[in-house]
């Protein structure tokens, strides 16, 4: 079990080993990354089975909790991993000749996301965040959507910069204050504590741990950064940050809720940026005139959305969440990677659905599922998330509702607005897509058959969801796991516990 | 009562005014050497919290405890992690530093309201629509069309 630790080492090695490679053989150098992600899979499929519903905890060097660094391992985390393979060989840069640092960047990317989601002691969390961070700064610098507008990518990456480093030290804010408080940084220690951490002072360190970290997440006021990025740099790697890297901050800012602020006023305050997260990018999608725009502020709705679900207590909230997360990981990669193809202002799109009628209803199929039209996906988890908002007794809950279904109305508006043009036959001039990438289209296709399919099993997923959830959820089997085990260990060695 | 005169109570209140200048300067200046600047003293109030909440009075290094047991030492474990988040906030700021020598040779300035106008404008040619805050009527990109 213990090799699971090769999910970090091994993406790290590679990416320090392939500038190496690559001046013997850039062939070489190419495969390095696809290899190591796909022996990466395989290790965790053979793991999946032997963990069952016992988690487990990896102790680096030897060392136990309150001096070692743990790596806590279940179902979810080992999920994300995978998750996390899959969409680095989905945008992996194949075709087309690209310098090997950015392979590079592409395997620190992993490695740093693997870390995101199994380290076990805050400042771990800390330290793949900005490893994380920097390997995007890097990405988006050196992967424009053209070549002509490579200073515009460095301007995007710049002003990202400024605000992703502003928030990773809120979060460092927030880390010393939970250790000034309690004397630890393992969250399974801290979860025992968690009464401690009640209170202005616990409460200012989550709201600063979740904005500091809600920059990832296009979180409400501080996602500027979102249409910029997203508008200069090449379409699969705005699959791979909306799709994926923003999930990763989520999950960074639910463990830490999950685990140590389980408290209303830290609930209220996630609900609160969800709204308005959802409300404000609903809004400015709407007036967006060309795709990409459009796509960036709907995904920002699209993690408020998120938010909220997360803000409902309990086991109920976090299966919503996880399902909203998956849907959206889904829609909006597939979204994105179709843009590939479909991309610039509505008025240069009208009538492609003569032009191209597959790109068109791959396009239907996801933003049907986005909206929540009843066969699709999206329509279950958007039922299930209103109903479980009524549930709740406490006025905010009850408004979300509105929110959400007022911010539905707004969607639908300026998506069949877009679907519309499409279907319009007035114009003669065919739209030119210069940069055609065969395998991208590929994917997306993929992407909406997984969704398509997706439909006839919706029961057996939501009934794994809810397991995961009901794992999750519980902080019980967090600390039992890293402390237990500890103990049992400890016997050998000392007396400390 | 908020500050109380103890040597920590001024120390933290030296850490928390410097963070809250650098967040202050990032947030308004324009220039963007300048809030690479304020985003370094920002980060140099944090790692100097971080380091603080280790610190105790008349505390002394657990290395020159030998077998004084019983003393008040400080906390040696923020110090390791300070020392972390220091050197990766020397690496962001190289990068960052990286990046305005890009923009500055692409664009010549360093104005941060100017650059993200420009960004802005090569957004919006780039997808084919009128720049933000243009009066130039997006019908302008399709007559363009039917000319040819």
């Known amino acids: ?497 | 009562m908020f500050i109380n005169f103890t040597i920590e109570g001024i120390l933290y209140f030296g850490a928390i005014s410097l963070s809250l200048i650098g967040l202050f300067g990032l947030l308004v200046s324009q220039n963007i050497f300048r809030m690479l600047l304020a985003l370094v003293m920002f980060e140099a109030g944090a790692n100097l919290i971080l380091v603080l909440s280790g610190f105790r009075e008349n505390g002394i290094a657990p290395i020159f405890l030998g077998d004084n047991v019983g003393a008040i030492m400080n906390d040696p474990v923020p110090q390791a992690l300070v020392l972390t988040s220091i050197v990766i906030g020397v690496g962001i700021q190289a990068l960052a530093l990286a990046l305005i020598f890009r923009v500055k040779k692409h664009y010549g300035t360093l104005n941060m309201a100017v650059i993200r106008s420009k960004l802005e404008e090569e957004i919006a040619t780039q997808a084919g629509v009128a720049p933000p805050g243009s009066n130039q009527a997006p019908e302008a990109v399709e007559n363009v069309g039917e000319l040819k």
Not at chain 1, 286 to 291: E, G, L, Q, S, Y
Not at chain 1, 323 to 350: I, Q
């Open chain 1, 1 to 497: 079990m213990n090799n699971l630790i090769l999910l970090v080492v091994l993406p790290l090695l590679s990416a320090f080993l392939i500038p190496v490679v690559a001046k013997y053989s850039s062939q070489l150098a190419r495969m390095c990354g696809p290899v190591v992600l796909v022996f990466i899979l395989v290790l965790i499929a053979t793991s999946w089975d032997s963990i069952g519903v016992e988690s487990f905890a990896i102790f680096l060097g030897g060392f136990l909790p309150s001096v070692g660094i743990v790596f806590y391992i279940d179902h979810f985390s080992l999920m994300l991993s995978a998750l996390i393979a899959l969409m680095l060989l989905v945008v992996w840069p194949w075709n087309d000749y690209v310098p090997a640092r950015l392979y590079s960047l592409y395997m620190l990317l992993g490695a740093a996301s693997f870390g995101l989601v199994l380290s076990a002691d805050l400042f771990n969390l800390y330290v793949f965040y900005e490893l994380l961070a920097v390997a995007t700064y890097g990405l988006i610098a050196a992967s424009p959507a053209s070549k002509t507008n490579s200073s515009a990518a460095a301007v995007a990456s710049l002003r990202y910069l400024f605000v992703s480093a502003a928030g990773s030290v809120m979060l460092l804010l927030g880390i010393a204050i939970i250790y000034t408080m309690t004397g630890t940084l393992n969250i399974a220690y801290l979860a025992t504590m968690t009464d401690q951490l009640h209170g202005m002072a616990g409460l200012s360190a989550f709201a600063l741990i979740a904005v500091g970290t809600g920059v990832k997440a296009e979180m409400f006021p501080v996602n500027s950064w979102v249409p910029e990025v997203y508008g200069t740099v090449s379409k699969p790697l705005v699959a791979l940050l909306a799709g994926l890297i923003s999930k990763l901050a989520v999950v960074l800012i639910i463990r830490v809720l999950l685990m140590m602020f389980q408290q209303p006023e830290a609930l209220q305050l996630l609900l609160a940026v969800g709204i308005l997260g959802v409300i404000s990018g609903e809004m400015v999608a709407w007036r967006a005139k060309d795709v990409m725009r459009m796509l960036s502020f709907s995904s920002i709705a699209q993690l408020g959305l998120i938010f909220i679900a997360f803000s409902i207590a309990g086991k109920a909230g976090l299966w919503i969440g996880l399902a909203l997360m998956l849907h959206h990981l889904l829609v909006k990669g597939g979204l994105f990677l179709l843009a590939d193809k479909m991309n610039g202002s509505f008025e240069s799109l009208r009538g492609f659905a003569k032009q191209s009628p597959m790109v068109v209803a791959l396009f239907l199929v996801f933003i049907l599922s986005l909206l929540g039209i009843p066969p699709f996906p999206g329509f279950w988890i958007k039922w299930l998330l209103i109903m479980t908002l009524a549930e709740q007794n406490g006025g905010l809950y009850h408004y979300a509702i509105g929110f959400i279904l007022l911010a539905t109305v707004i969607e639908a508006a300026y998506l069949f607005k877009l679907v519309r043009i499409l279907f319009q036959s007035e114009n003669t001039k065919p739209k030119v897509i210069n940069n055609e990438n065969k395998l991208i289209y590929r994917y997306a296709q993929i992407f909406a058959l997984i969704l398509i399919v997706s439909m006839a099993f919706i029961s057996p997923i939501s009934n794994r969801l809810k397991d995961m959830a009901s794992q999750v959820a519980n902080p019980q089997i967090y600390i039992h796991t890293i402390l237990q085990s500890s103990t049992q260990t400890t016997q050998t060695t000392g007396e400390e516990s």
